[in-house]
């Protein structure tokens, strides 16, 4: 999921970009190596995630370009103001806390399911902390959740401008959706080609390869 939304993201040279529940710090690693952003913070709640990042950070040799904040994505407006960014980017909960939950205080479900955060909170508070009119959200999710995603953007005046839907194959539905919103922009979508993950069982197709920078 990370690897596909570092390539379906766009930031450009110089920008700040922020990762709103980054966990071991993946996102900000992969863009940092992808694109020419000028500066990347991951937010994370939990202890033990933060430390992972910032070892891998460490272990990457990126401590100038990266910094993980311990902290609650429901206060990040609070946590950052005044700064502004210029894109923020998640890899959110998918699951509504209701959905087959097991153990509300284990890692992986807090990572799954929206306990400590909901998806009206990750919208509200990058509607806080984007810049006004240039300001770019990127998200991946779950196409079940898609109406709801929609509306909420537009609550938050997070206009949806592209969208691509992930197949796992090409004969079966999508199971991802990946979602670029601007803060203040007009109301005009675009709707990309799919992408699809897999030839056949165990084989990646293409496009995927090149995603993953393996072109063979």
């Known amino acids: 999921d990370a690897v596909m939304l570092s390539d379906f993201a766009r930031v450009k040279p110089g920008e700040k970009v922020l990762d709103l529940g980054t966990g071991t710090g993946i996102l900000p690693i992969l863009l940092s190596a992808k694109t ?19 070892r891998s950070i460490e272990w990457n040799h990126l401590q100038e370009k990266i910094e993980i904040v311990q902290g609650d994505i429901k206060e990040a407006a609070a946590l950052f103001k005044p700064t502004f960014f210029d894109v923020i980017v998640t890899n959110p909960p998918y699951m509504l806390n209701q959905h087959g939950l097991q153990n509300p205080g284990d890692a992986k479900a807090i990572a799954r399911h929206e306990i400590l955060c909901t998806l009206d909170d990750i919208l509200r508070e990058s509607k ?4 006004d009119g240039k300001g770019r959200f990127y998200m991946i999710h779950k196409p079940f959740r ?6 909420l953007m537009m609550q938050y005046k997070l206009e949806p401008k592209r969208m691509r839907l992930v197949y796992p194959y090409v004969d ?11 803060l203040g922009g007009n ?11 897999y030839e056949k069982p ?7 390869r090149e995603i993953y920078g393996d072109g063979r």
């Open 202 to 208: 165990g084989v990646y197709t293409q496009e995927i």
């Open 146 to 151: 898609l109406a709801e995603i929609m509306g």
């Open 128 to 131: 806080q902390l984007l810049a």
């Open 187 to 197: 109301s005009r979508i675009t709707v990309e080609k799919p992408l699809i993950v």
């Open 36 to 54: 020419r952003g000028e500066h990347f913070i991951g937010l994370e709640i939990q202890k033990e995630s933060a430390d992972m990042a910032r």
């Open 172 to 182: 079966r539905e999508p199971n991802m959706v990946l979602i670029e919103g601007l």
